[in-house]
């Protein structure tokens, strides 16, 4: 069985500052997916960043960015430069080729205030 | 690209009433579509995983007779919620993963929200 752990429950950053949203997960597969996706207040869950396990190298999409650890199954997500549009439930997920049609293991996520 | 659409976005029904939610990839084609149901302040918990052409597989503890999910097309499922009751008021999200782009990627719809008088 996958299991995704997000322990902070709660986390507030500065506009413009950065912060750091934990995630660790385990897994037995060698290949599989790793997600992070953003459900602001309007409840639409938008994916934010992807990452192949297989792959060594950190994904980045503009302030946003990954630091994989996969010895240590940990993915957590850094937000840079941080706008109050960031302000939203954040859920680590993963995914691996045998789940059954990429059925997705979420976290139960991280609420993420941005203080103006 | 990868945009899917749900509708309507809030219904409020009667007691024993049916309500039907579908759910349109607008921009691909999608094999597999799954259906979420969100409770305030929860993750999101997976009730059936449909794909085009076949029957739903349902996740253990969600009736399959209370909540028909029919897939007829690679663009469109629907879900039905048969004879509602106010235990079934939720928000009810789905999602599509997409034949072209990562096929390992789910992308999901705004939500709909459900209320049952």
């Known amino acids: 069985a996958q299991t995704v752990t997000q322990s902070q429950p709660e986390m507030s950053v500065q506009e413009a500052e950065t912060v750091t949203l934990s995630c660790t997960y385990d897994t037995s597969e060698s290949d599989y997916y790793l997600f992070w996706y953003k459900q602001p207040p309007s409840r639409q869950m938008i994916l934010v960043i992807r990452q192949e396990a297989y792959k060594q190298q950190n994904a980045t999409e503009n302030r946003f960015s990954v630091n994989f650890q996969k010895a240590a199954k940990s993915f957590s997500l850094k937000i840079s430069d941080s706008q109050l549009g960031d302000a939203a439930m954040y859920f680590c997920a993963l995914t691996y080729s045998g789940a059954g049609s990429y059925q997705l293991t979420f976290g139960k996520g991280t609420k993420l205030s941005v203080i103006p | 690209g990868a945009v899917v659409s749900q509708h309507p976005s809030r219904v409020i029904c009667k007691s024993g009433t049916s309500v039907k939610i579908e759910c349109r990839s607008l921009d691909f084609q999608a094999t597999t579509m799954f259906w979420y149901r969100q409770f305030p302040k929860q993750s999101l918990m997976l009730m059936a995983t449909s794909n085009e052409g076949s029957k739903a597989t349902y996740e253990q503890g969600v009736e399959k007779d209370k909540f028909l999910i029919n897939h007829a097309s690679l663009t469109l499922s629907t879900l039905t919620v048969t004879s509602a009751h106010p235990e079934d008021s939720s928000f009810y999200i789905c999602?599509?993963?997409?034949?072209?782009?990562?096929?390992?990627?789910?992308?999901f719809g705004p939500g709909t929200r459900l209320t049952v008088l």
């Open positions: 999602s599509a993963n997409s034949n072209d782009m990562y096929t390992d990627t789910q992308y």
